[in-house]
Structures are given as C-alpha cells and as structure tokens.
C-alpha cells in the first residue's frame, strides 16, 4: 500500500511538474485548434525545457496580404554576458522570469496567423489548395524561442547598397553566431559594428552563416535586397527536407512538421554556454562578392540634331512627366507607410508569399 502511494506520488509529481508550451486558444476558432494543439506537442519535444513557455495566439487580417504568420518574443532577458529570448532564458534559469510586479503570469512569445488564407487544420495529408497550420506553427514557434534578433538596423543607400549596425551594443545571443565570408576566412558580424558599409554587405551577399566559433552550423538567408522580418533569421532557401520549416517561404500543399536537424544544432549552440560563438576578425577584413558578370559597352550612335520646335515639346513633356513622377513617389511612400503600420509591433520575423506563395516570419 505504501509502494503504491509512493509509485503515484511521484507519477503526479512528473505529470504536475511536465514542462509545456502553453498555447492560449481561447480567441481560435474551433476548426484550428486540433492543429495548434499537435504543434504544441511537437515543438515540446525538441524544445525539451523544464520551465513552461507560453504563447498568445491570434487569427487576424495582417496588412500585408502576403505574410502568413509572424512571431515575436515578448521581452530579451540578459543572462551573463548576452540577451536571450524569454523563453530560452528561462531554460537557461530553469525558472519561470516572465511575471508582472504582482506576481501574474506573462506570455512569452506572441503569434498572429493571417485569416485571410486558407488553413489545414488537421493532421493528415494537407490539400493542395491549403497552407498547412501545423508546419507554419512550427515555423512561428521556432523564432519565438530562438531564431531570431531583433538587432539589426539597415538603411538603403544610391545604387542598392545597404548601410547597417546593431540597434543596441548590448548583443542579442543569436546574434553573435552571425558571420559573413571575407577575404580572411568567417568573420563575425560584429567585427563590422563599426564600419556600416561592411555591416551591410555582410547581410545582403547571400553568404551570411550561423557560426559556432569552430564550426560552420547553417547557412542563413541574406539575399541582396533586404527583407525586414525575413533577412538573417531564416535558413537560406536552397535547403531541402525537414530543413524547409524554417526557411522564409512556404506553399500550399506541403508539410513539414518538425523544426529539423539543424535547428538543433543552432539550440544546441545558443544553450551551450562555452561556445563564444562566431570568431571576432580585425576590421580591415573585406567581405568577398560573387564574381560580377562581364558587361558589354554599347556601340554608340549619332544622334541627329533637333529643331527649335522639338525642343520646346520636349521640355513641356520632361516637366509633365517630372510632376508625375513626384506624385507617383509621394502616393507610393504613404501606401507604404500605412501598409507597414501594424507590421511595426510584429516585425521580428514574419513568413512571406514570394509571387504567389506565402512568407513565413
């Protein structure tokens, strides 16, 4: 009898005290909560913390049609010499850090789904027609937890180019696993807080890594033209298998429910806390550009004179055409400005739809 009450003691003490991410359905229509409930389950078993995560979700119009979902952390905490999300910090302290001033409870990650797309909410074979809601959940909850900076600051320059830094010097812990190639082996991207130019090339030369200080753990998306919310937290897009959950992109008819093998080794890296992460170089290090394609001078022709008359039409077209193009430029900049309003609050990383497919943060 004594045995029997022990065996039980401990078996609620394992099921009371079972780590979870929490997922607050109460605003989630019926048909998804099946799905939202299996990605839970899922994204647990490769989280494997002791500390409870909980997550706010959301079904919502986003104001940009081609994002499907975003994610953010609530808060970074500092443990030691870095930030961390709120919920790998709490691993890391193996207790519970996210509370209000009296105590309440807090949510540590939040996530909106786009309702304006169609959503599988089951678990078997996604319709070709739909976007699979446990893979895209997975996704989500892989940024809310680790994949993910907030950090990076970019401005577009004439030409293309970019110029970029740090927000804050006070790093993020993913982002001291950030290098770019150079003419001196992988650099970290904080060899360049100080040099713009060279911070900005680093992020969009498609040749960014997640870098432990040894060993080169994933390649990260940075295409040429950067892509708030998309650039530097994701896996490049040449990735194939389970790998693809955290790539940006996501289509219909597919599902990949896990957060892949080297998401763990990315976990593994930020949880490890004697790995320093990617090596520091000097800043004279150069990153290196792909070899740029030969161009071919044009043969000139002679262009015959104009007449009075000629010129006179040309000048009465060049200043119609210039007031439209001032108009064309001031309408364009404040439809921006109202599509981006919202995406301000949830622009730590979002999943997109390239053309007709949909991004994921």
């Not at 109460?26 to 389950?41: G, H, K, M, N």
């Not at 295409?223 to 219909?252: A, E, F, M, Q």
């Not at 000629?310 to 309408?331: E, H, P, Q, Y």
Request: hydrophobic share 40%.
């Amino acid at each position: 009898m004594i045995s029997s009450t022990i065996i039980l003691f401990f078996v609620y003490f394992a099921v009371s005290n079972a780590a979870q991410i929490y997922f607050n359905l109460t605003s989630v229509p019926q048909q998804y909560r099946f799905a939202l409930r299996q990605c839970s389950a899922l994204a647990e078993k490769e989280w494997n913390s002791s500390i409870e995560t909980r997550v706010k979700i959301e079904f919502s119009s986003l104001p940009n049609r081609n994002v499907l979902a975003t994610a953010r952390t609530t808060n970074f905490v500092r443990y030691r010499s870095s930030y961390y999300t709120m919920a790998m910090a709490k691993r890391l302290h193996r207790k519970d850090l996210n509370r209000d001033s009296i105590g309440l409870l807090r949510y540590d990650m939040l996530l909106k789904f786009n309702d304006a797309h169609s959503w599988y909410g089951g678990g078997g074979k996604t319709p070709s027609d739909q976007f699979d809601l446990i893979t895209v959940c997975m996704h989500e909850v892989a940024h809310g937890l680790f994949l993910t900076t907030n950090n990076i600051a970019m401005t577009q320059k004439e030409g293309g180019t970019y110029d970029g830094r740090f927000y804050v010097n006070s790093l993020r812990r993913y982002d001291r696993f950030l290098a770019c190639e150079t003419d001196r082996g992988d650099c970290a991207l904080a060899s360049f807080r100080n040099n713009p130019r060279k911070f900005g090339q680093c992020i969009t030369r498609n040749s960014l890594w997640f870098r432990t200080n040894s060993t080169r753990v994933a390649k990260l998306y940075a295409p040429k033209i950067y892509h708030r919310g998309s650039s530097v937290s994701h896996l490049h897009t040449t990735y194939l298998g389970d790998n693809r959950t955290l790539k940006p992109v996501s289509v219909t008819g597919v599902a990949w429910r896990t957060f892949g093998p080297l998401a763990k080794q990315i976990i593994a890296a930020l949880i490890d806390q004697a790995e320093r992460g990617a090596p520091l170089c000097g800043t004279d290090a150069t990153p290196i550009f792909p070899k740029a394609p030969v161009s071919v001078e044009p043969v000139s022709t002679p262009v015959p004179k104009k007449k009075d008359s000629d010129k006179s039409n040309d000048t009465l077209v060049i200043t119609l055409c210039a007031i439209g193009t001032v108009f064309l430029l001031v309408s364009a900049f404040i439809f921006v400005r109202l599509l981006r309003k919202d995406d301000q609050q949830f622009c730590d990383c979002y999943l997109k739809l390239p053309v007709q497919n949909t991004f994921l943060s």
